[in-house]
Structure formats: structure tokens, C-alpha cells
């Protein structure tokens, strides 16, 4: 199971004990905000998807949706995501706990600008009733991130 990968990891890293289980669902943003108690911008959505045949994981806030001008701008491709068995076999987690952590060999991983107004935001730890609060800069320590992308777009109110 992808929860106990990412426990595993985060046993390594000390911080196993932070991971978050949930009696309920937290496989969308919505479900997960209401788990957590915090407003859905504030979850770390990891959307998955390929450039060149390769796969890729792109951290966003809850609130985010990708702007195929900017994706296109920053990878070179047409934005395509993974389907629910790709992801799976690809990244390592399915989909409803796709995480940053703990995924397979050779995934690069993304963290999206829109997350940098947060002082922590809760993404998923490989399954579909778990989260993690991290600040920022634990995001990107235990993610393993290339770099940071700006590939959404926010709404505005």
C-alpha cells in the first residue's frame, strides 16, 4: 500500500509520526478540507502527468488550475494528464493519494507557485484518507522537487 511507502520514508526522515489518517475520505480537495479543517486552497493537490513519455508530479494549491498557455510555456508540451492506472503504475500511488513522497524511481516532481502564500498546506501521503501539514520549506525538503513552475492560474474573488 503507498501510505505504508511514505510512512517508511518519513520514518527515515523523522516525521512519520505527523501523517495524518482520516476515518473519512480525503481523495479531492474538497473531501480533504473538511478532514484537515481548513479551507481547500490550503490542501496540496499532486496532479500528475506526462511530458515525453515521462511522468511528472506538479504540486499545486486546492484552489489552482492549470493554464495550458503556462504549462505548454514551461514544459513544451500540451498539458496531459495521467490516467487513474497510469498514475498508479507510474508514479507509484493511485489516484485520490498521489503524493510528492515516496514515488518511483525517475518521477520529477513540481511545486507550484500558487502554494508559496501559504505558511503550511496539507498534500496527501499516498492514500486516500491521509494528509501531512508542512510548511514550505518542508515541502520542498521531502518532496525532492527540481524546481518551483508557474502553471496555474488562481481564481479571484
Known sequence: MSIEKVREHFSSLGIADRIMEFEVSSA???LAAKAVGVEGARIAKTLSFLVKDEPILI???GDGRVDN???KATFSAKAKMLSHDQAAEMIGHAVGGVCPFA???GVKV???ESLRRFETVFPACGSSN???ELTIPEL???SGFEKWVD???IPTE
Open 59 to 61: 504540486v499545486v494549491a
Open 69 to 71: 498557455k503556462k504549462y
Open 110 to 112: 513540481y511545486l507550484d
Open 28 to 30: 479531492t480537495v474538497e
Open 103 to 105: 514515488v518511483n524511481e
Open 140 to 142: 520542498e525538503k521531502y
Open 130 to 132: 491521509s494528509a501531512i
Open 151 to 153: 502553471v496555474c492560474s
